[in-house]
């Protein structure tokens, strides 16, 4: 190659390059947590983080999550009960599920992460934005409008949500 064809390739490889970097630095946002809508809840979408959506697993973890939350927001506890382990389910019986999610509405709903857990199971990162009247909500935070952040673990195929103990979930009025 001559002279000129070698820095005419260097001069295309340049250009690709710091075009490639500032599409890059553009999109690095678009990746992230969805900002928090001025009211309501958002869509009740479930979204796959990059990050999850690369896991084995994240299409079965994230349409169980969209049959979980969408049993939650059509008040379906018959749909809810086939998202969650046996144990979950006979602790929470129907007439109090009904009564504790009464007002709920979920959205904004992101699966940011899953992890093996060591038990064979997974743990799945989710944060999700609840309405509900102030009487629904939790005791310790009386709020009608609840930003959480939490750990789910998950076992079986499909997957199915196992109780979760204290600690599992952090909460903040938004």
Request: charged share 25%; proline share 6%; aromatic share 4%.
């Amino acid at each position: 190659m001559t002279r000129a064809g070698t820095a005419g390739v260097a001069i295309v490889l340049a250009v690709l390059l710091v075009v490639g970097g500032a599409a890059a630095l553009a999109s690095r946002d678009r990746g992230g947590p969805p900002e928090v809508p001025a009211e309501g809840v958002g869509s009740s979408e479930v979204e796959l983080s990059a990050d999850a959506a690369a896991h084995p697993a994240g299409d079965e973890v994230g349409a169980q999550l969209q049959r979980h939350y969408d049993a939650i927001n059509d008040r379906d506890y018959a749909q809810w009960r086939a998202t969650v382990v046996p144990a979950r389910a006979e602790a929470l019986g129907e007439q109090e599920w009904q009564k504790a999610y009464a007002t709920t509405r979920d959205g904004s709903i992101r699966v940011e992460r899953i992890d093996p857990d060591p038990e064979g199971g997974l743990l799945v990162r989710v944060r999700f934005i609840s309405t509900q009247s102030v009487e629904n909500a939790p005791q310790d935070l009386q709020a009608e409008r609840i930003c959480w952040r939490s750990t789910l673990p998950m076992r079986g195929t499909p997957p199915l949500i196992d109780r979760t103990g204290g600690g599992s979930s952090a909460r903040e009025a938004c």
